[in-house]
């Protein structure tokens, strides 16, 4: 799995719902143009953009919209976005072989950390690249496999 920014090198993503009900977080026009598979407990039909983004809602496990991602990929890669639960379902699960992490310079003085309620062996991670600007800066770790 990789975690790039909003699909720009990947064949699908794997998401889970923002908002109630479904309408996309980012109206008519989303910046995939790919399938996305959408973790959710509400059972719904495919949504389908003018851009090419289908949102495809799946109900069942993190591991049947992993599947329906890699069939709807192909030969590409599969990227997962969410919140903090669902990567940590991901991650725990053992899916994860890339983690991209965006920090920008804000303090929000609460939330759900994003690494705190693994319960696996410490996750071994590889920095792979580093790029700092003064509104973000972009870190990218390869997951090391546990032995």
Do not use: Y
Not at 47 to 64: A, K, P, Q
Not at 68 to 91: H, L, M, P, S, Y
Not at 115 to 122: H, I, Y
């Amino acid at each position: 799995m990789r975690l790039p920014l909003w699909g720009d090198e990947c064949s699908t993503t794997t998401t889970d719902r923002g908002d109630d009900p479904f309408a996309g977080h980012w109206g008519d026009d989303p910046p995939f143009g790919i399938p996305v598979f959408v973790l959710t407990h509400h059972t719904r039909e495919p949504l389908e953009m003018d851009n090419g983004t289908t949102f495809h809602f799946v109900t069942s496990s993190i591991e049947r919209a992993l599947e329906r991602a890699k069939q709807a990929a192909g030969n590409g890669d599969v990227e997962i976005v969410g919140g903090t639960n669902v990567i940590q379902q991901f991650v725990e699960a053992g899916h994860v072989d890339e983690i991209q992490i965006h920090i920008s310079p804000v303090l929000l003085g609460g939330g759900i950390r994003l690494f705190d309620s693994l319960e696996s062996a410490p996750i071994d991670l590889n920095r792979t690249s580093a790029v700092a600007s003064p509104d973000v800066t972009h870190l990218r770790f390869e997951v090391i496999p546990q032995k």
